[in-house]
């Protein structure tokens, strides 16, 4: 069974720092792109991250760039989210999610149950 | 970037109902759309990929269709645990972007 475990939320400052990390299980790991999506409190969807299979190729949404940092232990089977300089508008649950390559295209098929990052003072 | 736009924002409907929902493209994604469901405080879900295949596991009663910029996302018989929002995502770009969402309640 696929499981894709999120950690590391809490409560941050403005301005300060927090590693997420994603324990990946039930699945050869380095065999799949994943992603970061998050959810601000009340609001939609929005993909924060992508990293390749290898970890070689990274995105990330205009609105983190230059400010959270994607990285993965293929050893490990884990993801990793290190995200610093913290404002208001980045409190969201952060959700873990695998992209699936099929013939009908590509989606996100198994996500993890999220964690919460709360960036208040 | 691609912008994808659903509406309603939000229905109202009861059990029993026929409810569908539109998800527009700003550009032609083909068939290149995904929808989710996400229930109040869980995880979305998968349910429809490749604008009409339906996922492992999903009822029936939901279905989609469409192609280039216009998608729907229909419903057929509202069931009790069907409340809740959906999203439209599009495929086609490398980085995979959602629509605003459509919460469905009674």
């Known amino acids: 069974e696929v499981q894709l475990v999120e950690s590391g939320g809490g409560l941050v400052q403005p301005g300060g720092s927090l590693r997420l990390s994603c324990a990946a299980s039930?699945?050869?790991?380095?065999?799949?792109?994943m992603n970061w999506v998050r959810q601000a409190p009340g609001k939609g969807l929005e993909w924060v991250s992508y990293?390749?299979?290898?970890?070689?190729?990274?995105s990330y949404a205009d609105s983190v760039k230059g400010r959270f940092t994607i990285s993965r232990d293929n050893a490990k089977n884990s993801l990793y989210l290190q995200m610093n300089s913290l404002r208001a508008e980045d409190t969201a649950v952060y959700y873990c999610?695998?992209?699936?390559?099929?013939?009908?295209?590509?989606?996100?098929?198994?996500w993890g149950q999220g964690t919460l990052v709360t960036v208040s003072s | 970037d691609i912008q994808m736009t659903q509406s309603p924002s939000s229905l109202s409907a009861s059990v029993g109902d026929r409810v569908t929902i539109t998800c527009r493209a700003s550009?032609?994604?083909?068939?290149?759309l995904n929808w989710y469901q996400q229930r109040p405080g869980k995880a979305p879900k998968l349910l429809i990929y490749?604008?009409?295949s339906l996922q492992s596991g999903v009822p029936s009663r939901f279905s989609g269709s469409g192609s280039g910029t216009d998608f729907t996302l229909t419903i057929s018989s509202l069931q009790p645990e069907d409340f809740a929002t959906y999203y439209c995502?599009?495929?086609?770009?490398?980085?995979?972007?959602f629509g605003g969402g459509t919460k469905v309640e009674i």
């Open positions: 999610v695998r992209k699936y390559y099929g013939s009908g295209g590509k989606y996100f098929d198994h």
């Open positions: 039930g699945f050869t790991f380095s065999s799949y792109e």
């Open positions: 990293i390749s299979s290898s970890g070689d190729t990274i």
């Open positions: 550009q032609s994604i083909i068939r290149y």
């Open positions: 490749a604008a009409s």
């Open positions: 995502q599009q495929s086609y770009s490398n980085l995979l972007t």
